[in-house]
Structure formats: structure tokens, C-alpha cells
């Protein structure tokens, strides 16, 4: 069974970066059966799907996140991670690390992230 | 960006009801199409994908049909544990979108 966890700062100051871990456990994250990807949700916008990355580093980020955006594998430790700079209140929300081919199979619990002078 | 729209946005509903929620694309797309329940302070559970593949361990009251524009989930009996929110989500072209959900409240 797949289990995701993620790990990073809760509270990030506006303008600063926000980054989260996500560590994978239960398959090789080297495996290529997943897409290992992080979605966000907050009650305003709903679940908004950020982007991806495959194993072998290929990755695929949502648009109206791009310029901020970077999403990197370590396969050796079997984390993935998620790097947004320059945040504002907007990007407040729940983050969820996930994995899956396209349809999302395996998700982490979760961890909110509040951005906040 | 394929945006997806569901309806409704809430239902009122009772126990041994039989649910159809809809799922609307803003293009055309084949079956790459997933529904997801999510209970509060959860993370949201894959039910369905490819449009109208249950995942392992879902129960059978649950289905799924559609293709193109229109996509529909339906709960045949509802149970009491299946009060929860539903999401649509395309995964046929980038980026992925989700549906803004439909949350079943007990009448």
C-alpha cells in the first residue's frame, strides 16, 4: 500500500517561499507506475491540481502556477518536493502530496499551509 | 484549460435514495475521467476512473457512466457512510481540473 507524507513549514511570510516534502513509502518511487504529483485545496478555489513529476524528473506544472513553480524528485531518499516562490495569501491552502497515473490513487493527509506576516 | 462543472452543488438526500450526480466538460474528451469522495479532514478517496472503472474495494452501489462533454456518478442505495463530497476530476489533458464538488447533506 502507498503511503505519502508530507513535511515542510505550516506559516510562510508573503513575497518568501514555500516548500514541502512529500516522502513516499510502500513503492519504489523509481517504480514508474505513478505520476507523483501535489494538488492544493482551499474552500474558495476547491482543489486545484498544481503539477507533477515522474521519476525519471519529467514534470508537468499547471499554467497559472508555472513562473513560480518547481517540482523535483530525489529518488535515493524517495521524496518528492514542491517549491512555490514568491507567495501571496492566495496560495493559502491545504496541500496534499498524491500519486497516480492521471486519476490520483494515493493521497498524504495533508498539510495546510498559511501564508502570513 | 477543460474546465468541469458539476450539479448540484449540494443534494439533500436520504438514506436508500438513489443519487446521480453530473459532471459537465467545457470540451469533448474520451473516458479519462475520475470521481473521488472526500470526507471532512480527509483526503479525497478514488472511486472511480477511466469514467466508469470502480476501484477496488468500492462498494458495487456505486457507478459511473459517460464520455464527451457529459459524465454522471450514481449511487444506487445511499448508506449513511456515503455522506460525504464528490469531485469530478479530467486527467485527459493539462492541466488536470477538478469539479467544485457536490456535497450530500442528509435530509
Known amino acids: 500500500q502507498v503511503q505519502l507524507q508530507e513535511s515542510g513549514p505550516r506559516l510562510v511570510k508573503p513575497s518568501q517561499t514555500l516548500s514541502l516534502t512529500c516522502t513516499v513509502s510502500g513503492v519504489s518511487i523509481s517504480s514508474g507506475a505513478y505520476y507523483w504529483s501535489w494538488i492544493r485545496q482551499d474552500p474558495e478555489k476547491g482543489l486545484e491540481w498544481i503539477g507533477h513529476i515522474y521519476h525519471t524528473g519529467t514534470t508537468y506544472y499547471n499554467p497559472s502556477l508555472k513562473s513560480r513553480l518547481t517540482i523535483s524528485v530525489d529518488t535515493s531518499k524517495q521524496q518528492f518536493s514542491l517549491r512555490l516562490t514568491s507567495v501571496s495569501a492566495a496560495d493559502t491552502a491545504l496541500y496534499y502530496c498524491a500519486g497516480g497515473a492521471g486519476s490520483i490513487d494515493s493521497w498524504g493527509q495533508g498539510t495546510l499551509v498559511t501564508v502570513s506576516s | 484549460d477543460i474546465q468541469m462543472t458539476q450539479s448540484p452543488s449540494t443534494l439533500s438526500v436520504s438514506v436508500g435514495d438513489r443519487v446521480t450526480i453530473t459532471c459537465r466538460a467545457s470540451q469533448s474528451f474520451s473516458r479519462w475521467l475520475a470521481w473521488y469522495q472526500q470526507k471532512p479532514g480527509k483526503a479525497p478517496k478514488l472511486l472511480i476512473s477511466k469514467a466508469s472503472i470502480l476501484e477496488s474495494g468500492v462498494p458495487s ?12 456518478l450514481t449511487i444506487s442505495s445511499l448508506q449513511p457512510d456515503d455522506f460525504a463530497t464528490y469531485y469530478c476530476q479530467q486527467y485527459d489533458s493539462y492541466p488536470y481540473t477538478f469539479g467544485q464538488g457536490t456535497k450530500l447533506e442528509i435530509k
Open chain 2, 61 to 72: 452501489r456505486f457507478s459511473a457512466s459517460g464520455s464527451g462533454t457529459e459524465f454522471i
